[in-house]
């Protein structure tokens, strides 16, 4: 959520903590609360070479465990700037990669010259290897009129040449010791993301939604990619990795 106002909320008045927490407080107001039907989970099974346990094959888990290690929800801003943006976010245990990142994707222009073309995106990867980079189409030399997915790639570690990148607890502590609050979770933030998320989390706590098996080292449940896409219209199998 703290990603999702950043990314979201409106230039603050400046960099100061109570101006930045105020415009990533007006964001979370114009969320409603999560509905269940946008919502799935899923708890991961043994690979198929037999190498990884399944959640349940731990000895310190139930049989019997509906936890999720898996989780995916799909919410909107009811503001001018956002509304009907769709907003997919994804967490998850034993998936192919582990990373956390922004992805962007534009839309697809209706009368495209390139119907076979994906849409251009904009990922901001946080860890790991921090980087910013754009996932565009590009026409491959020669006389064949053949798309290609190509990024343009600013990596921090290979731009800016630094012995040491802290992480995100080292920046926290240093601001607490300096009684920079900008980056803390005010009262009010933290109660409005409850309200957004409570309700459904009652739901699967009460058996509503129960967890979807996903094979350890795969993408998740497949069907949550179906339901990105049929309510979105993002095909995330065709977001183009790094």
Request: overall charge neutral.
């Amino acid at each position: 959520m703290q990603i999702l106002c950043l990314l979201t909320m409106e230039p603050p008045v400046s960099l100061g903590a109570e101006d930045v927490r105020d415009e990533k407080v007006k964001v979370l107001r114009f969320i409603p609360e999560i509905k269940p039907e946008y919502v799935v989970t899923g708890q991961y099974t043994k690979d198929s070479a037999g190498k990884y346990e399944a959640y349940k094959e731990d000895k310190t888990v139930p049989k019997n465990s509906v936890t999720p290690t898996f989780a995916q929800v799909i919410l909107w801003i009811h503001n001018s700037r956002w509304a009907g943006v769709p907003f997919i976010l994804k967490t998850a245990k034993a998936v192919e990669e582990k990373k956390a990142e922004i992805r962007i994707q534009f839309r697809k222009f209706p009368s495209s010259l390139f119907p076979e073309a994906h849409p251009n995106e904009l990922v901001i990867r946080i860890q790991p290897e921090e980087a910013i980079y754009v996932k565009t189409m590009n026409k491959t030399p020669g006389l064949r009129s053949h798309l290609v997915v190509t990024d343009l790639d600013l990596t921090y570690h290979a731009k800016f040449i630094t012995p040491y990148l802290p992480d995100a607890y080292e920046r926290l502590i240093l601001d607490a010791i300096r009684g920079d609050h900008n980056l803390f979770v005010r009262v009010d933030e933290l109660a409005e993301a409850w309200r957004i998320f409570t309700p459904v989390l009652h739901f699967i706590d009460a058996g509503g939604i129960k967890p979807l098996p996903y094979e350890y080292g795969s993408r998740g449940p497949a069907f949550a990619d179906e339901m990105a896409k049929t309510i979105t219209g993002w095909n995330p199998k065709t977001s183009a990795k790094l």
